[in-house]
């Protein structure tokens, strides 16, 4: 399963954008008729605009299970920001829920999908900005305890045997905004190079939060590094939008590992 469409913030519960994102997945299907169940979709977080909304999650869901039903056969996620709260303040109480609700049960992160030979390893870019002293904001930050597990998952024998391997988390690694960063990138960075040194590729980094749809390749020495933008074009609050480099774009790319990264494309749904 070498073919990945990779989107992000969805914010489901935004005006009509749950509709608007069942378009999307329409679209795809028509596009990709007859060839659905050959690609992994890959959601890099914000499924729904504000977690303490009670019918955000199980909105998000139907959303998630139509993808399934035409046709796709595996969706992974992640949460972002908005996932665990209204995006500038998170709580602890969503984790769980998250998981229950998006997985069916209770996992850890880093999260693990192998799929036909391709290590899909997913992170929580929330798991430490969720404490009484840094939960406001929109920043993220993996943690020490989830860095150090990724290490050991990337060093396992199952992990550098397979063919690729693809992280995905919702947080900007590379691109620093004040009040909206990856607060521990230069840690991921670290753990990344170790296992690059090793001569075990990591063949892609999936994320989102920034809604700006750009291509960072290269970076770390990864050949694929990709923020999807926001699949359903979530505009940005007015004191920011003005700004024409913080253009909101829709970067849903669809990927094949087996060719080399400028063969990646856009996809535009509407």
């Given at each position: 399963m070498k073919k990945i469409i990779h989107m992000s913030d969805v914010h489901i519960g935004y005006k009509d954008f749950k509709q608007k994102f069942i378009g999307i997945i329409d679209c795809l299907k028509k596009e990709f008729s007859g060839k659905l169940s050959q690609y992994v979709v890959i959601i890099t977080?914000?499924?729904v605009q504000n977690a303490n909304k009670k019918e955000s999650y199980p909105d998000a869901k139907e959303a998630l299970?139509?993808?399934r039903q035409v046709g796709f056969r595996h969706v992974l996620v992640v949460p972002g920001n908005h996932d665990y709260g209204t995006g500038n303040r998170g709580k602890k109480k969503f984790v769980d829920l998250f998981k229950r609700t998006f997985y069916g049960k209770v996992v850890a992160y880093p999260k693990v999908d192998i799929i036909?030979?391709?290590a899909f390893i997913?992170?929580?870019?929330m798991a430490q900005e969720l404490n009484w002293y840094n939960e406001l904001w929109?920043?993220?930050?993996?943690g020490k305890k989830q860095i150090s597990e990724l290490e050991n998952i990337l060093n396992q024998d199952k992990i550098k045997s397979c063919l690729k391997r693809v992280i995905y988390l919702h947080h900007h690694p590379f691109k620093w905004r004040p009040l909206h960063e990856l607060k521990d990138s230069r840690k991921l960075h670290k753990v990344l190079k170790k296992i690059i040194d090793q001569n075990v590729s990591i063949d892609a980094m999936l994320f989102g939060h920034n809604h700006e749809g750009k291509s960072h390749n290269g970076k770390w020495g990864i050949?694929?590094?990709y923020d999807a933008g926001t699949v359903t074009l979530k505009p940005r609050p007015r004191y920011v939008d003005?700004?024409?480099w913080f253009k909101v774009k829709a970067s849903t790319r669809i990927i094949d590992l087996d060719e080399n990264p400028e063969t990646d494309r856009i996809v535009f749904c509407e």
């Open positions: 977080g914000d499924l299970d139509y993808f036909d030979n391709i997913g992170l929580d870019s929109a920043q993220g930050q993996l050949p694929r590094c003005w700004a024409p």
